[in-house]
């Protein structure tokens, strides 16, 4: 069964201070591993889709890695407005299970001003 | 370009009641996933329907069930409703099924007592 766990659960930040969110996995075969953002009382909003190991990608002030077991998402110089909780999902590609995103429980981030 | 919009946003039920809720997807867009969040969760993969087929299921009961439209519009109903069935139910739709970018509507927040 795929299982994604997130830590820490919750991070609170003072604006500018840099930090790394992560997200181990365990999938029968990795197709993609998503971020996503949301917002209290909304849906979660698409950042990223890492393939495979050694692949990064960048988005203002984010930017996500890849390894075989985990993957991170770097906050460099965060503000009050990138506060959201940030969800990781894998997609395996075994026949009949890639259809699903399998999500962990996100992190909570707080910048504060 | 419209998004995902779902309805209603927010609704009470009592324990046994049914529930239907109803899912627009974004313009071009022609499968719909449907998640459940609770409180503090990540969100759980519940199915997936394209063409009008349902394309793939998670381990939910079969008083979870769900429809697509010509239009890729969505309904999931719950039957024979339960405290632990409270929760947001996400909607999210795709321009095809075995994409992980998904795009999410807000989210109708079910609360059954």
């Known amino acids: 069964e795929d299982q994604v766990t997130q830590s820490p659960e919750a991070l609170r930040l003072q604006e500018g201070e840099s930090s790394s969110l992560n997200c181990s996995y365990t999938?029968?075969?990795?197709?993609?591993l998503f971020w996503y953002r949301q917002d209290p009382g909304k849906g979660p909003e698409f950042l990223f889709t890492?393939?495979?190991a050694g692949e990064e990608k960048e988005k203002e002030r984010l930017k996500a890695t890849l390894t075989k077991k985990e993957s991170f998402l770097h906050i460099t110089a965060p503000k009050p407005e990138d506060s959201a909780t940030y969800l990781c999902?894998?997609?395996?590609?075994?026949?009949?299970?890639?259809?699903?995103?399998?999500f962990g429980k996100g992190t909570l981030l707080t910048v504060n001003p | 370009e419209t998004g995902v919009t779902q309805s209603p946003t927010h609704l009470i039920k009592t324990r046994g009641q049914q529930v239907t809720l109803r899912c627009s997807s974004q313009?071009?867009?022609?499968?719909v996933s449907w998640y459940q969040q609770a409180l503090g969760q990540g969100p759980q993969f519940i199915f997936q329907?394209?063409?009008?087929?349902?394309?793939g299921r998670g381990n939910f009961p079969p008083r979870f069930s769900g429809l697509q439209f010509p239009n890729y519009s969505s309904e999931l109903n719950v039957n024979a409703l339960e405290l632990d069935d409270s929760a947001l139910y996400l909607c999210?739709?795709?321009?095809?099924?075995?994409?992980?970018?998904?795009?999410f509507g807000e989210g109708s927040r079910l609360t059954v007592l």
């Open positions: 999210a739709s795709s321009q095809t099924g075995s994409t992980g970018e998904l795009f």
């Open positions: 999938v029968s075969g990795l197709r993609g």
């Open positions: 890492l393939y495979s």
């Open positions: 999902a894998v997609q395996a590609n075994s026949g009949g299970s890639n259809y699903k995103l399998t």
């Open positions: 313009s071009g867009h022609n499968t």
């Open positions: 329907y394209y063409r009008e087929e349902e394309n």
